[in-house]
């Protein structure tokens, strides 16, 4: 149980487009999911804190704006990078809790390649 | 301000040879503590956590880790590694809440010989 899934898994585009992706928790209702990313041999770093139902809180130095967060389901997170530019490009990692646990479950991640 | 520092970024051991990777942290109350473990193509995985009590905690797949206040480290540590832990490892450390805002360290590559 506990399995987070994410989609897509790689997506390409254009600089001035934008790319939404999806965080789903399978097998479990999470009230709380965590948007992180990652650069090339770095750590990864919080952006914001979704609760279903509730906008979402951005760590400092990240424009909501530009990151869109929806946590419209229990089941459901999306974030969307809007008007994406080369410097976005980066691998992005969801993470859930599980209702009734703290413990965050981690999705494979999606890399984001903005050309 | 909250760190994790991972010292090593690559390790390569032999298989069946012990293992230890460094994980220090700068916090300034007591940390809430973490080992996750990436594989390829999968979400981190949580190896163990250390809240409070016996600075010894073990973990799944044969992993412990001993939470040091003097040193502000928290390394990770297998008698006997197994080709299938070749991964990347990180620390983490929480604060008190456990695991919301969550500070990961930069990561260790292990590899695993033969």
């Known amino acids: 149980g506990a399995v987070v899934s994410q989609h897509p898994s790689r997506v390409i585009c254009k600089s001035g487009t934008s790319v939404k992706i999806e965080c789903r928790s399978l097998?479990?209702?999470?009230?709380?999911m965590f948007w992180y990313r990652q650069f090339p041999k770095q750590s990864l770093m919080l952006m914001a804190t979704?609760?279903?139902?509730?906008?979402?809180?951005?760590e400092q130095g990240v424009e909501k704006d530009k990151f869109l967060i929806n946590h419209a389901s229990l089941t459901l997170s999306t974030l969307t990078v809007t008007s994406a530019h080369p410097e976005d490009s980066s691998f992005y990692i969801c993470?859930?809790?599980?209702?009734?646990?703290?413990?965050?479950?981690f999705g494979p991640g999606t890399r984001l390649t903005v050309l | 301000a909250q760190s994790v520092t991972q010292p090593d970024i690559h390790i390569t051991v032999s298989e069946g040879a012990s293992l230890e990777l460094r994980c220090n942290y700068s916090?300034?109350?007591?940390?809430?503590l973490f080992w996750y473990v990436q594989s390829p193509g999968q979400g981190l995985q949580l190896l163990l956590k250390?809240?409070?009590?016996?600075?010894l905690v073990q973990g799944i797949k044969g992993f412990e880790a001993e939470f040091k206040r003097s040193q502000s480290s928290f390394n990770l540590r297998k008698p006997s590694v197994h080709w299938s832990d070749a991964a990347e490892y990180f620390c983490?450390?929480?604060?008190?809440?456990?695991?919301?805002?969550?500070?990961f360290g930069a990561g260790t590559r292990l590899a695993v010989h033969p």
């Open positions: 993470s859930a809790n599980r209702q009734g646990s703290d413990e965050q479950f």
């Open positions: 983490a450390v929480g604060a008190p809440g456990g695991y919301n805002k969550l500070i």
């Open positions: 916090y300034g109350a007591t940390p809430y």
């Open positions: 097998d479990f209702q999470a009230t709380t």
């Open positions: 979704s609760n279903e139902g509730s906008k979402a809180t951005y």
């Open positions: 250390y809240f409070s009590g016996d600075t």
